[in-house]
């Protein structure tokens, strides 16, 4: 058995997310058949992309489960595979193995309200589990859902085509800001803890999903702490160095746990027992 | 001498004059010594200096944090804390050098192929002896049969970098770069199967580079991931060019203390890379390294004069 | 499965090379050979120097099951497309001689990091299903070594199928499985006599007194206690940062990923560089020496061992033996356990 061999996948369509271009969200489709049929995942787990001669780099399945027939990755350009990864177009060839790791707690979160709280391109691992709670057939399983939803510029803004459709709906409250405006923006002006303390959902029957920025994170935990939040109600996902996935590599444990394979889904609480090595 | 080396550094300890005595203490292992960081006067205590005295303490001078710093210095010490003043790394206020007259070091390579393999259970100096023993043997001889080549012609820098400069110091008579030339004997093709038998068996684990008191870039190139200079495939032109630019970088810097080959695991000596760079220096710009920290630079300094007749 | 002691043979040592040529004959023979920093484990030939040292060699065995350097797939693009050749099965000795039996054990310790379900790694797996080893006691252990500490013993079995055990004149070869069996079968070598036996038990006497018997500490408690202790700060000063004990280690298996030359390649990779956790971002979880030196020793003796219950070291002392600072893990440990919470 070779572990690290991908399966093929075409890409079908690329859409750049940012003004900058340094975000673009690529819809990929499995080129054998049975693969494509045989895919299954949760959503919050990642796979292992590569452009062949370039690498591989863990990414986050932003598609959800509900969406059949393709995956997407939201990828920002960071180095040598995400740059290769960039200049893709539709019609060329990726590698994916997985799914890997862990995935958000969807069947103990049922019943619940849910408060997403996003950062920049922190807002592509949530989006898997945005899209899987918001399906017809999950949605009456959750109580309310509400989104807040941050980035630097509004030019930083990810999945806007997204964030527009998810806007339109009276069972969502979506709150999208920037950290600084500009002459077009119309919307809220202030960073995510700023918005979640003045929105102050209340923690009795309620769960957080956060992903984001170290420093956002930091604020955010501050803030939903003082909201009466206790630790196992916050939910987040990791990102370290990555290179097997599978737990051979050695590279992305935090104390005793792997993130690749006990991650990248923590609750606050289980973050708490872990060094702070992350 | 210890005696007097241990007084000197709890003095200076317990007087404030320094925070910190970088030195040597007895290993763990026979003929072994370890860095010693004494911060306490009674750490000073533990303080050895002899012939197995290995590593080059200066390398540590970088990293530590206090504000002023007593150097157990001999000649390889001083030589690499002359280049680190010289670029400006270290503040030379910063370092009390406490220059000890050396007489050469052994070499643990020489030792081992004196006894062909054989263990070391024990081992000692006594005066200029040195005692051995394993487990059914036990041999004795002046320690100077095994001294580290890097030490003969050793040079002492310029006086002006001690704190107390070493007194009655006689270093090793003979020529450091007998092995040099030995292989500038070879016919390239022989350099080159020797250069390319080590770069085999180099593992690439920088003992060499990390052990070195010169190798100071904050990131070296084998870091660099876009471009990778090294790839994947650990082919041995990799570690060929990670020591061809370990030399380059190290022209007219290296100070020729042998710390690089004496840390390496799997015996892989490429010190005439750096002498081959040496002599050109000396030879054709009259440079040498360690000596004067006023001296300009080898690469990067220049004069009307210079040579330059390989400029096509 | 177990055979009964019952069943050792005896091997005088000028049989050595007629027993390796045997072995040789049968299948890929590779032995512990070389001396000092050069010792390792190579292709049987005649007149080979084996090694003869006090604890292991200075290259591992786990050298032969992972590799430096290993391709995991070829690939080559035509016309955009790309194909994938799965890693063609590599030459794989069928029988390994000469291993100490810490580094048998490391093997052990490193199979169900490769082979545990539901990701199997067949380059290890592969390799390692075909192979009888064949290990050789320790007499003398080595001045760095310390199996006991960690578990292990000088005349330990696991992991291997036959021990030979040194004694006066040759050795005491006990078949310890099945394959072993099947080694030593063919060799007809005349049964071992009640006083070869009894000097097989001497020599381990002597082996076990020599290294003193393991400290009662329970050292995983303790370091899962020390995480934040101040006394790293003090520890890992000495650290130069290499890879040296990392890479030489028999039971680290970190691996990098990564295309060249049409192939796709793991290559050693060491938690002592700081390019290890390092985001393509600039974020770095450990951001200095001290916790490097750390992770690299709370892997081997508390996170491992949370995993897997025991420590994920061998005692075998080449990171003692090699460290350019001489930082004796030893003593490290030592100062760990010592410390009060
Ligand atoms: C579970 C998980 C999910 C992720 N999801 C996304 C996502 O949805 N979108 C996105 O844009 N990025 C995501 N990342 C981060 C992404 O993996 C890195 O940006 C990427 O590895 C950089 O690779 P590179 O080759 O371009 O960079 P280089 O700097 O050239 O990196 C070389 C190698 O280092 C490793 N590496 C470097 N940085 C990271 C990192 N931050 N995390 C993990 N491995 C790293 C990779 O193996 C990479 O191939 C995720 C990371 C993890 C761990
Ligand atoms: S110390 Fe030796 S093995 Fe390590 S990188 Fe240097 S030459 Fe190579
Ligand atoms: S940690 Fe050191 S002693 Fe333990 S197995 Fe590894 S190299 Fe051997
Ligand atoms: S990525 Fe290799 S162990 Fe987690």
Known sequence: ?278 | MTTNLRETAARLLAEGTVQLVLGWERGTLPLRTTPLFAREPGEAGRLVYDPTCDQNLAGYLGRVKEERVALIARPCEARALVEQVRENRIDRDRVLAIGLPCSGRISRSALASRLTGRVIREGRLAADRLVVAGDDWREEFPWTEVLDPVCRGCRLPDPGIYWAAPEGAVPPEGDRFAEFDRRRSLSPEQRRDEFRQAAERCLACYACRQACPMCSCAECITDRTAPAWLGPAADPSDTMLFHLVRAMHLAGRCVDCGACARACPVGVDLRHLHLALEREGSERFDHCPGLDPASRPLVGGFRPDDREEFIL | MKDSPALAVFLTCDQVPRVLAASAGRGSTWVAAGRGEESGFVPYRPGLCLAREAGPTRHTLKALFFPRAEVLFGYEIVDGVPRLHPACSPDRPAVVFGARPCDARALVLLDPVFEEPPHVDGLWGGRRQAITLVGMGCERPGPACFCPAVGGDPLGEEGLDVLMVPVEGGYVVRPLTERGRAWTEPLELPAARPDQEAAAEATAARARERLGAPPAVDLQAALGRHFEHPLWDRLHERCLGCAACTYLCPTCHCFDVGDEDGRRWRRWDSCMFPTFTLHASGHNPRTGGKERMRQRLMHKFCYYPERRGRPACVGCGRCVEICPANLDLRSVLAQLEGVQA
């Open chain 1, 1 to 278: 058995m070779n572990p690290y061999l991908p399966h093929l996948a075409i890409i079908e369509d690329v859409i750049p997310e940012t003004a900058s271009h340094d975000v673009k969200t690529f819809r990929v489709a499995f080129a054998e058949p049975e693969v494509r049929a045989g895919f299954r995942y949760e959503p919050g787990q990642f796979a292992e992309v590569s452009v062949i001669g370039a690498g591989e780099a863990p990414i986050s399945i932003t598609s959800s489960p509900t969406q059949e027939g393709y995956l997407e990755f939201a990828v920002k350009r960071a180095g040598v595979m995400t740059t290769a990864m960039h200049h893709a177009r539709p019609g060329d060839y990726l590698g994916i193995r997985g799914p890997y790791g862990n995935h958000f707690p969807y069947r103990e979160m049922e019943g619940k309200n849910v408060v997403f709280i996003a950062g920049g391109i922190g807002l592509a691992p949530l989006r898997s589990l945005v899209t899987f709670v918001l399906a017809p057939a999950n949605r009456e399983r959750y109580g309310a859902v509400s989104i807040i939803y941050g980035a630097r510029s509004p030019g930083d803004l990810v999945f806007k085509w997204e964030l527009e459709r998810w806007g339109q709906r009276d069972d969502l409250d979506l709150e999208v800001t920037v950290d600084r405006g500009d002459a077009a923006w119309q919307g809220r002006v202030g960073f995510v803890p700023q918005v979640l303390r003045e929105l102050a959902p209340r923690p009795d029957n309620t769960v957080t999903v956060t992903c984001g920025p170290p420093v956002m994170i930091k604020f955010v935990l501050q803030d939903l702490e003082k909201l009466g939040f206790t630790p196992d109600q916050v939910i987040t996902t990791l990102e370290m160095r990555m290179k097997c996935g599978i737990g051979k590599c050695g590279r992305c444990n935090i104390g005793a746990r792997y993130v690749c394979q006990d991650g990248p889904v923590f609750t606050y609480e289980q973050l708490q027992k872990m060094p702070a090595e992350y």
